[in-house]
């Protein structure tokens, strides 16, 4: 097994968030998921002045998150449909309200590592600086009641291991799965000055599959017992996870890779321990869907805030 791949600083000062040499060698680079490129886009004036990068499964709920965002901000604009950057293209969809991106990313670590290569490269190109990655989604929680905001504090794999293995040149490469506590805590400070639904640090179990990876006994295959299931979900909580979706150590390694800081936050719909299915109404899933987005808003204020005020 090749040995984990470690971050390098550019010797400038400056971010390196591309790690691929032949890039900078690319007459022209199309970024084909996002309908974007160096040869077809200003990227430096669309995207310069981008400092955080929001990204959740769904168009419909990232469209909301700009609006929603915009209001937080103080640029909401009567006249604006805040129309998709990505448009003429099905694969993502992209919004943008001043420095704040918010982007769907699909669903499973396939679809957001194809987003997340994409952007990071757009970042690249469009010579951002000092940028923050949070994902704003839900999850199956454990032992924590549903309506939970879950921060991770460690991406781990179905085995409980902080890493996410690819298989790279018929070789197997092992990246870190490390998110930045820094960040964690600052949305875990943010939470308590809200004070409006319960957030907890813990570890997130990320798999490639919805059914059996997730040890649910409800997909069209399934060769275990209830009992295995508990077995399985007890030990996962022994090892201090709250929480198990599906993209959460693709957004840690590709971003620990590039330099970025990185968080992820999810609200749990359910918990595991007591079910399979989510049997929520429509409005409940409604009102937690919108936590998420309601904590990294707050956050966002705060750091431009600050950032305003030491400038």
Do not use: W
């Not at 700009?66 to 129309?83: F, N, Q, R, T, W």
């Not at 600086?129 to 905001?149: H, K, M, N, Q, Y």
């Not at 309601?294 to 400038?311: D, T």
Request: charged share 25%; net charge negative; hydrophobic share 35%.
């Amino acid at each position: 097994m090749e040995k984990s791949e470690q971050k390098r600083n550019d010797p400038r000062g400056s971010p390196e968030y591309v790690k691929n040499p032949h890039v900078a060698a690319m007459k022209e680079d199309i970024l084909y998921h996002l309908n974007l490129g160096t040869g077809t886009h200003d990227l430096p004036a669309m995207f310069g002045d981008v400092k955080f990068v929001c990204t959740g499964g769904s168009p419909t709920r990232m469209k909301e998150f700009i609006e929603y965002i915009a209001v937080v901000l103080g640029m909401e604009d009567p006249k604006s449909e805040y129309p998709n950057i990505c448009e003429g293209t099905d694969r993502f969809a992209m919004y943008k309200v001043g420095p704040v991106v918010s982007i769907s990313h699909g669903m499973g670590v396939p679809s957001i590592a194809i987003m997340l290569h994409e952007v990071i490269k757009l970042l690249h190109h469009a010579g951002c600086t000092d940028v923050t990655i949070i994902r704003i989604g839900t999850s199956g929680g454990l032992g924590v009641e549903p309506g939970t905001v879950v921060i991770t504090k460690q991406a781990l794999d179905g085995k409980f291991q902080p890493k996410m293995e690819q298989i790279i040149l018929g070789k197997t490469v092992e990246r870190s799965t490390e998110l930045d506590q820094g960040l964690a805590e600052e949305l875990l400070q943010c939470s308590k000055e809200l004070n409006q639904f319960q957030t907890v640090t813990g570890n997130t179990i990320c798999t490639m599959d919805f059914y059996e990876g997730q040890a649910r006994l409800d997909g069209a295959f399934c060769s275990y017992t209830e009992k295995d299931k508990q077995e399985y979900l007890h030990k996962a909580k022994e090892a201090g996870v709250c929480n198990i979706e599906m993209e959460a150590t693709a957004v840690a390694a590709m971003c620990n890779l590039s330099g970025l800081r990185a968080a992820v936050v999810c609200v749990t719909l359910l918990d595991r321990l007591k079910g399979d299915q989510v049997t929520s109404s429509h409005e409940v899933l409604q009102k937690f869907q919108q936590s998420p987005q309601i904590l990294v808003g707050h956050y966002i204020k705060k750091q431009l805030k600050a950032k305003a005020v030491q400038g």
